[in-house]
């Protein structure tokens, strides 16, 4: 008998390449600034972005003022000034268009959802993740999509977990595994909810934290031999 009967999906860089969303929203909002896209300013702009997602994890900024003053802060360095807000409207209009599945992801849950119950939980805005899951057709193939806007909380708080669930049928938290590439997010968020996970980690990147999880995989296709399908 299997052993996981209710998988728990976290969407970037797991099942949508956000890196390659990112990439040609940034390229596009440049494009439209009349400006071109180096590596350099690319490079500054992750750095500016993840800067400030950090101060708001420390509780030091607003969410809203992460994504409106990145761009201005970006922008400034190379001596011109725009509106953020505008700048930051355009680029999730970007966003929103990068749908570009990671490999083997569309076949894996085609493929899982008559054996388990699937869910999506992610990090972002509702609007931008609905959109792209369903322009990349995974959409409908989720009993449910937890986006973390619509849940007043984030991974990898327990409150987020709580609310998921709470919305889904009980099974026992043993039967429950959560798949992410994120250590901090996914992997932690599901050790403090109490539930198996499974680390996405196609780059091999070494594990420099105390977080341990349950499996490690390097391909998606790794997950059939976990979940004995
Ligand atoms: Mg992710």
């Not at 003022?65 to 360095?77: D, G, I, P, Q, Y």
């Not at 493929?111 to 409908?140: A, E």
């Not at 449910?144 to 987020?160: A, L, N, R």
Request: hydrophobic share 35%; charged share 30%; with cysteine.
């Amino acid at each position: 008998m299997k052993k996981y009967k209710t998988l728990l999906f976290d969407v970037d860089d797991t099942l949508l390449d956000f890196a390659a969303a990112e990439g040609s929203a940034l390229r596009m909002l440049f494009e439209e600034q009349q400006l071109t896209l180096t590596t350099e300013i690319e490079n500054n702009y992750k750095n500016i972005n993840q800067g400030l997602w950090e101060r708001f994890e420390e509780g030091e900024i607003d969410r809203d003022e992460v994504v409106n003053t990145r761009f201005s802060l970006l922008f400034k360095e190379y001596g011109k000034e725009v509106d953020g807000v505008l700048l930051e409207k355009n680029y999730r209009s970007y966003l929103e268009e990068g749908h570009e599945l990671i490999e083997g992801a569309l076949e894996l849950i085609k493929k899982l959802r008559g054996q388990f119950d699937l869910y999506i939980v992610t990090n972002g805005v509702s609007k931008t993740q609905y959109k792209r899951l369903h322009n990349s057709g995974l959409h409908t193939l989720f009993k449910e999509i937890f986006v973390s806007e619509d849940t007043g909380y984030q991974k990898p708080m327990k409150e987020f977990f709580d609310y998921v669930f709470a919305r889904i049928p009980t099974v026992s938290k043993e039967e429950m595994l959560i798949i992410g590439d994120s250590l901090s997010s996914d992997i932690k968020g599901g050790q403090w909810a109490g539930i198996d996970t499974c680390w996405f980690n196609p780059k091999m990147k070494p594990n420099n934290t105390s977080i341990v999880p349950t499996f490690q995989i390097q391909k998606l296709e790794e997950l059939y031999k976990i979940l004995e399908v």
